[in-house]
């Protein structure tokens, strides 16, 4: 699959899962998107694509795309320079590395939604990326806003405080969820 035949506007990574959700490529996988943050909105990626050439991004948050069928679990990440798609063994491996030299603070959380409920009642007005006076931090996608109503508001999705509606998984939990260990 080639990044180029998707739907993609940068610094909108939500909006590009929900597309990719709908892609009729992906109709024999069991789809969830993975909303990767945590309580500080501080949460480090390597192999990200970066405007300075850095080796690791500082995401506030970052979404993306687990792929899974009874041959593979697949990471689709429009902003990685690893493979695409990347296996989820790979990518984790890679984007995460267990060195312990993180703070537990900045270390990643997870939120899983399947991709039915994340397609019908997720909610993006773009809030997000406008400054304090109304003003675009980065340039919106050219299709419009999804989503009027439903469950699933942006701010609400990244909540990865003790509020938080969803459960917030653990980069072990995650981990141990695809060696296939019951957490």
């Known amino acids: 699959m080639k ?3 998707f739907k993609y506007s ?3 990574c939500e909006e590009n899962i929900w597309h990719l959700c709908q892609n009729p490529e992906l109709d024999g996988f069991t789809k969830k998107v993975l ?4 309580s500080s909105r501080n949460c480090s990626f390597r192999f990200q694509k970066s405007p300075n050439g850095d080796e690791v991004v500082w995401w506030d948050y970052h979404v993306v795309l687990l792929a899974s069928n009874h041959e593979s679990q697949l990471i689709y990440d429009f902003d990685s320079t690893l493979e695409f798609p990347s296996s989820l063994k790979s ?6 590395p267990t060195d312990h030299s993180q703070e537990s603070k900045d270390l990643p959380g997870f939120k899983a939604i399947t991709s039915g409920d994340f397609i019908h009642s997720f909610i993006s007005d773009r ?3 406008k400054d304090d006076h109304g003003n675009w931090i980065s340039t ?5 806003a999804i989503g009027k109503s439903g469950g699933l508001p942006l701010p609400e999705l990244l909540d990865f405080t ?4 969803e459960r917030i998984f653990s980069f072990e939990e ?9 957490y």
Do not use: C, Q, R
């Open 3 to 5: 990044i180029k035949t």
């Open 10 to 12: 940068e610094n909108f």
């Open 35 to 38: 909303i990767i943050s945590n």
């Open 91 to 96: 990518y984790l491996e890679a984007t995460f």
């Open 127 to 129: 809030g997000h990326m």
């Open 140 to 144: 919106p996608p050219k299709w419009p």
């Open 162 to 165: 003790n509020s938080s509606k």
């Open 174 to 182: 995650i981990y141990a969820h695809i060696e296939g260990v019951s």
